[in-house]
């Protein structure tokens, strides 16, 4: 697992206000039905943005467009001005990390998991890191422990730490504590703030909890029956809902 050095965090910080992420006239359509319609948003490096809806609204499909879960039927999606269909998929997932709201783990131990997408792109991860991504989600000593025998709230926290493992430049959350109880969820929240804050990455945040977008989110867009209806400062945003 790479860790960004001092010169690239100061470079981080100077590139905060470069528009990292960009989205022109995105349109989905399934089954003949339009999912997502004509949504353009510009995503600064750095950015902590709530994707906010009702239930329905294409939030999660928004989210699934970025990273390449699914395929536009029109429009462009840029990453840090390159069409994003320009960027292998394994790459761009890799750049793009995304959490899902039920984490999926595959059958073996926790240490396995987190092994994986480095794996994938001939790097491996030594014991002394998978440890130490571990502690990062509070997860110290899981290394060995089998994954069918963790609660729901250990399996997210997982899921978070094998994302992290593939060194993204975004985060991708799609609801990713709307499966757990109370205490998992407040857990698994700070982890979240953590990690964005000293990882200093971009996140997008799809929530239908308003209370959590906005102790999470400095910006937010709102997405109704697919369309983009406002996009701005959190508490502006989210108060208009």
Not at 112 to 117: I, S
Not at 141 to 166: C, F, I, K, M, P
Request: glycine share 8%.
């Amino acid at each position: 697992m790479r860790h960004r050095s001092e010169a690239e965090t100061a470079t981080t910080e100077s590139n905060e206000g470069f528009v990292y992420l960009r989205t022109e006239e995105l349109c989905w359509q399934r089954n003949g039905q339009q999912i997502l319609d004509a949504i353009s948003v510009e995503i600064e490096r750095g950015d902590v943005v709530a994707v906010a809806g009702p239930s329905g609204a294409g939030k999660s499909s928004f989210l699934r467009l970025l990273n390449r879960l699914a395929e536009p039927t029109s429009g462009k999606v840029y990453l840090e001005g390159q069409d994003y269909t320009e960027i292998a998929p394994q790459e761009l997932r890799r750049r793009l990390g995304m959490v899902m709201q039920l984490p999926y783990l595959f059958t073996g131990t926790v240490a396995e998991n987190l092994r994986f997408g480095p794996a994938q792109r001939g790097e491996e991860l030594g014991d002394s890191e998978i440890d130490e991504l571990l502690e990062r989600v509070s997860l110290g000593g899981y290394a060995t422990r089998d994954v069918g025998n963790l609660s729901v709230g250990e399996a997210q926290r997982v899921s978070l730490a094998r994302t992290l493992a593939n060194d993204p430049e975004v985060l991708l959350l799609d609801e990713p504590t709307s499966a757990l109880d109370h205490d998992a969820e407040q857990e698994v929240e700070a982890l979240i703030r953590e990690i964005i804050s000293t990882q200093q990455l971009t996140c997008l945040i799809v929530t239908h909890d308003m209370a959590q977008a906005r102790r999470l989110a400095e910006r937010a867009m709102l997405i109704r029956e697919g369309r983009l209806i406002a996009m701005g400062p959190a508490e502006e945003v989210l108060d208009a809902d």
